[in-house]
C-alpha cells in the first residue's frame, strides 16, 4: 500500500471552500482592536515631527505611536536584524530617519478599523528632506561587492576568461535588464499580536501571516528579551508568500510593540500600497553576458556579470549568475555581483531568486549565439551538456535535463520550427517558437516531527511548518500513512503552530525536502514504538517478536511467518495507555548529511513556447508552453503538476506583464496596486503542458524529493523572448516585453 504519488485531493479543500480555514487577520481575539501603518512620504530624510491633534479627535482612538513615544527595544535589537538572511534590518520607531519612501513611520490604533484608518489619515508629518538616490542610472555610479551570494562565493573565476573569447570564432555580448517586480500575494501582510502574564513571565502570541513561525518566534524573542518558549507564532494558512512572507518585516514587531504598549490585543494588516517597499521585492539588474564559441558550438568561453540594486539599510544580492556557472560546460568563465545603493527599500526573496531573473539573461544570451553559429538553439544546448557540476567540480546527484529536451521537443514538434526570424505565419499573425533550459538548486534543511497514535486508532503528526497554498498538509499526510502503515484518511497532519517541533522557512522549494523526511522518521520510530510495546506485552500475539518479523497494513501488525497472529494499532496504543497511562507518542529529527559535498543537486527542465505577435498592433500572446522537468520522485501528482504550472503563468507574467514603476521624485510605486501592476488573468493564460520525467535521485533525501515551487518559472521568460525574436526579428532585452518594444 503506498500513497505517495497518487493525485488525492487536498486534506484541507473543504475547510478553504468552506471558509472554514482562518488566515491570519481572521482569528478570533477578545478585546481585539485595530491598527493602520502609516508610512513615509519622501524617500530621504527625518521626522522632524507628526502632529496627532487631529487624529485624536476621532472616536475610538486608542494609541498614536511614533518616534516621540515608542517603546525603547535594547540596544543590541532595536533594528531587529537577528538572524541573517532571513532576518531584515527593520524600522522600529527606535530612530526618527528615512531611508525610503512607503517606510513606516508610526501606527495608530483604534476600536474599529475605520476609526483607525480616519485618525491616520489626519496626521500631519513635517520632514527633514535629504537627498535620495532613486535613479539605477546614477546609483550604478557608486557599486560595491555583497560579502557573499546566498552562501556561494560573490565572484568566481575559472580558466582564463580573455584567452576563451579571442579563441571563439563566434562571439556574442549583449547587456539584460529586469526591472523590480512585487510579490503581491491575495492576502496581504497580516497580524494579530497579545500579550498576557501567567506568573512565569511576559508571553506573545502572535498570529502572522508568515513562511516562517520559528523565525518570528526566534526574532521577537530576542527584540522584546523575552525567553523563546513564551513566544508563540501560529499560521496554519498563507494567502500566499512567494518570498516576501519568508523574512520578518517591520509591521510585525511594531504591531506586538503597539499592542505591549496599549495592553490590548492588536490586528495590523498592510494595504495593498503597503505590499510596495516595506515587505521586499525582487530588485532591477543589469546582467552583462559574453559569450564565445567555436564553429561546431563549443563553448569556449562565458562571463556574466550582475548589478542590481540594495538598498541604504542593508545589502541584498539577487544571485543572478549562480545558473551560469553550473548550467554549460564552459572552460574559461567569470561572474561577479555588484550592488547599487538605492533610497527604495530592501529588496529580498521572490519565487526563484537569481534563476527566474538570471536564466533570463543566460538562456536569451545562449539563443542569440546559436543564431550567430547559425545552429539549433537545442543543438547549442546539446553540445554543451555537462554531466558535472562544472562550478563545484561535482557530480550530479541525478540529471535527467537531456530528457527534458527530447520528451519537450518531441511533444512540442520543435522539429517542424523554421530557424529564421519572421517565417512562420498563422491567420495573420507573426508566430514564434523559442526555448530555454530551466533549474532550480535542491536544498535541504533540518526538521522534526512528532506522531501520536489518538484514542480513536488515527495518527496525529505535528510539525512547526507552513502550507502556502502548495499543499504542504496533504503530501505531508501522505508521507505520514505510507511511514506508519495507515490509510490516508486515518491519519492527521498538523502544522501552524511555532510551539511544535522544529522546522525550517518555508523557503528555497525546501519543506517536503526538509519536513518530508522528518514526518517519514517519525512514522517508522512510531511503527518500531508499537512493535517494540507489542513484543514485551505477554498477551500480544507478536510478544516476543523482531520488529524484521512483523508486517503491517491498515493500521494492523502481524507475524510475517503467521498472518494469523496480529494485532491493531489501536489496540496496542490502548493496552499501553492503560498500563502506563500515556499515548504512544514520539518525536523524529531529519537532517541533512554530507551528500551535498559529494554531488551537485539540483531539478532540470527544457521549456518549448509558441508566440503570437500582431505585428500592427504589437499585441504577444502565448498560444501554448510545454514544460518538462526532472524533479525526483513526486510526493502528489496532481499538486505537483500544479505547483509547476503555477511557476509556468508567473514566468509568463515575468516576461510580459510585470513591472513596479518608480516615481524618480518621490520613490514611491505609481502603479503600487492591483489594477495598475499588470499580472496575468485567465483570458491571458492558455495551453500548458506539464510533463515530469521519471527520476531516481537516493542523494538529496530519503524521500528522492527535489523542490517544485521555484523551477517552473525560471526558463520562460527567456523562451518567450526567444519566441519573440523568431516571430519579429526583434530581440527585446529589457523586461517586461511590451508591445512598445516589438512595434
Given amino acids: 500500500m503506498t500513497s505517495i504519488g497518487a493525485p488525492i485531493n487536498r486534506t484541507d479543500a473543504w475547510a478553504k471552500v468552506s471558509g472554514a480555514a482562518r488566515y491570519s487577520a481572521e482569528h478570533p481575539v477578545e478585546g481585539l482592536t485595530h491598527a493602520v501603518l502609516v508610512t513615509s512620504s519622501i524617500p530621504s530624510g527625518r521626522v522632524l515631527r507628526i502632529d496627532d491633534s487631529a487624529a485624536q479627535q476621532v472616536p475610538g482612538i486608542l494609541l498614536v505611536m511614533t518616534p516621540q513615544n515608542a517603546m525603547r527595544l535594547p540596544q543590541e535589537t532595536k533594528d531587529g536584524k537577528i538572524q541573517p538572511p532571513v532576518g531584515r534590518r527593520l524600522t522600529l520607531l527606535q530612530e526618527d530617519d528615512v531611508y525610503y519612501n512607503n517606510q513606516p513611520i508610526a501606527v495608530v490604533v483604534a476600536d474599529t478599523l475605520e476609526h483607525a484608518r480616519d485618525a491616520a489619515a489626519r496626521l500631519r508629518v513635517e520632514y527633514e528632506h535629504r537627498p535620495a538616490v532613486l535613479d539605477f542610472d546614477e546609483a550604478k555610479r557608486s557599486l560595491h561587492p555583497p560579502e557573499k551570494v546566498l552562501t556561494e562565493s560573490t565572484d568566481t573565476q575559472r580558466g582564463d576568461l580573455q584567452a576563451g573569447l579571442l579563441a571563439g570564432s563566434r562571439r556574442v555580448e549583449a547587456t539584460y535588464h529586469t526591472p523590480i517586480e512585487n510579490h503581491n500575494p491575495l492576502e496581504t501582510h497580516a497580524t494579530i499580536a497579545e500579550w498576557s502574564n501567567s506568573g512565569d513571565g511576559d508571553k506573545l502570541t502572535v498570529h502572522d501571516s508568515t513562511q516562517y513561525m520559528k523565525g518570528v518566534q526566534k526574532i521577537l524573542s530576542a527584540i522584546f528579551g523575552i525567553p523563546q518558549e513564551n513566544v508563540t507564532s501560529i499560521c496554519p494558512y498563507v494567502g500566499g508568500g512567494f518570498g516576501s512572507k519568508g523574512s520578518i518585516w517591520s509591521h510585525v514587531p511594531l504591531t506586538a510593540m503597539a499592542a505591549r504598549q496599549l495592553g490590548r490585543p492588536v490586528k495590523l494588516s498592510l494595504d495593498r500600497n503597503q505590499m510596495f517597499g516595506p515587505v521586499g521585492q525582487r530588485p532591477v539588474t543589469e546582467q552583462r553576458m559574453r559569450m564565445a564559441a567555436m564553429d561546431d558550438g563549443r563553448m569556449m568561453a562565458s562571463s556574466h556579470d550582475t548589478i542590481a540594486y540594495t538598498s541604504v539599510l542593508e545589502d541584498w544580492i539577487e544571485p543572478c549568475g549562480l545558473m551560469t556557472r553550473m548550467m554549460y560546460e564552459s572552460p574559461n568563465q567569470e561572474t561577479s555581483h555588484r550592488l547599487a545603493r538605492m533610497n527604495l527599500g530592501t529588496p529580498t526573496f521572490m519565487r526563484a531568486p537569481g534563476e527566474a531573473s538570471g536564466s533570463f539573461a543566460l538562456e536569451s544570451a545562449m539563443d542569440e549565439l546559436a543564431y550567430a553559429l547559425d545552429m539549433d538553439p537545442l543543438a547549442l544546448r546539446l553540445k554543451n551538456y555537462t554531466e558535472r557540476d562544472p562550478g563545484k567540480e561535482l557530480p550530479w546527484s541525478s540529471k535527467s535535463l537531456r530528457q527534458c529536451y527530447e520528451i519537450g521537443a518531441e511533444r512540442f514538434g520543435w522539429k517542424d520550427r523554421n530557424p529564421q526570424p519572421r517565417s512562420m505565419r498563422r491567420d495573420g499573425k507573426l508566430v514564434g517558437w523559442g526555448m530555454a533550459t530551466a533549474t532550480y538548486p535542491t536544498n ?157 543537486m539540483h531539478s532540470f527542465g527544457a521549456v518549448f513556447v509558441e508566440v503570437e505577435v500582431d505585428e500592427d498592433l504589437g499585441e504577444i500572446r502565448v498560444p501554448r508552453v510545454v514544460g518538462v522537468y526532472g524533479v525526483g520522485k513526486l510526493m502528489n501528482e496532481k499538486t505537483g503538476y500544479s505547483q509547476l504550472m503555477g511557476g509556468v503563468v508567473w514566468g509568463i507574467s515575468l516576461a510580459l506583464f510585470e513591472e513596479t514603476l518608480i516615481d524618480k521624485r518621490a520613490g514611491r510605486a505609481v502603479n503600487g496596486n492591483l489594477a495598475e501592476y499588470h499580472v496575468p488573468t485567465n483570458a491571458d493564460i492558455q495551453s500548458i503542458d506539464v510533463q515530469i520525467v521519471d527520476e531516481d535521485d537516493p542523494h538529496v533525501n530519503p524521500l528522492g524529493a527535489k523542490g517544485i515551487g521555484e523551477i517552473g518559472i525560471t526558463g520562460v521568460g527567456a523562451a518567450i523572448a526567444n519566441a519573440v525574436y523568431h516571430a519579429t526579428g526583434k530581440r527585446v532585452r529589457d523586461l517586461p516585453i511590451t508591445l512598445d518594444k516589438v512595434l
Fill in 444 to 600: 535541504r534543511s533540518a526538521g522534526e516531527c512528532s506522531a501520536t497514535i489518538l484514542p480513536d486508532g488515527t495518527a496525529l503528526f505535528r510539525s512547526g511548518t507552513q502550507d502556502l497554498g502548495t499543499g504542504t498538509y496533504t503530501v505531508m499526510t501522505q508521507i505520514a500513512a505510507d511511514a506508519l502503515g495507515l490509510p490516508v484518511e486515518r491519519v492527521r497532519f498538523e502544522l501552524g503552530n511555532s510551539q511544535m517541533p522544529e522546522a525550517p522557512v518555508s523557503g528555497g522549494s525546501t519543506t517536503v525536502a526538509s519536513v518530508g523526511p522528518a514526518v517519514q522518521a517519525a512514522g517508522h520510530a512510531l511503527r518500531l514504538k508499537l512493535i517494540g510495546i507489542a513484543a514485551a506485552d505477554e498477551y500480544s500475539p507478536l510478544s516476543g517478536a523482531h520488529p524484521d518479523e512483523v508486517g503491517i497494513e491498515l493500521g494492523e501488525l502481524y507475524l510475517l511467518a503467521d498472518p494469523g497472529k496480529r494485532t491493531s494499532m489501536l489496540e496496542i496504543a490502548t493496552r499501553h495507555q492503560q498500563a502506563q497511562g500515556e499515548q504512544v507518542e514520539v518525536t523524529a529529527k531529519a537532517e541533512p548529511g554530507d551528500a551535498s559535498k559529494k554531488y551537485s
